[in-house]
């Protein structure tokens, strides 16, 4: 489990919530884990560092893609913007972020903590 300044916790899965907060529906508790992913990159993307334009553009990346096996877990789950999302797409993320002109060693290592 994570916490943030001013928030309520960001647990690790979202069945957590569902648990832990059981007066939350299944769409509260699955907004509020994705607001916390978002809220600990100071909602940003994690892989060019933009801010959103809109509500709707800083989606929720899956750093293991689902089709590889990834899960949807906090630590496997990050803000992106809709062009990195999109640029990425199932693609292993270290060799397609490296390729970016955005790219920092920095970056790399916050993605993988």
């Known amino acids: 489990m994570h916490a943030s300044q001013d928030h309520l916790p960001v647990y690790e899965r979202i069945s957590d919530y569902l648990f832990n907060m059981a007066a939350l ?17 100071n909602n940003r993307c994690a892989y060019c560092g933009r801010p959103p334009i809109d509500d709707d ?8 893609p689902k089709s590889a096996g990834g ?10 913007c809709r062009d990195c999302n999109q640029a990425k797409s199932s693609q292993e993320w270290v060799a397609w972020f490296r390729m970016q002109p955005t790219y920092t060693i920095e970056a790399e290592w916050r993605i993988r903590q």
């Open 71 to 80: 899960e949807d877990r906090t630590s496997n789950c990050i803000p992106a």
């Open 57 to 64: 553009s800083l989606t929720v990346d899956h750093v293991r």
């Open 25 to 41: 529906t299944r769409r509260e508790a699955r907004q509020q884990w994705r607001q916390g992913i978002k809220d600990a990159w």
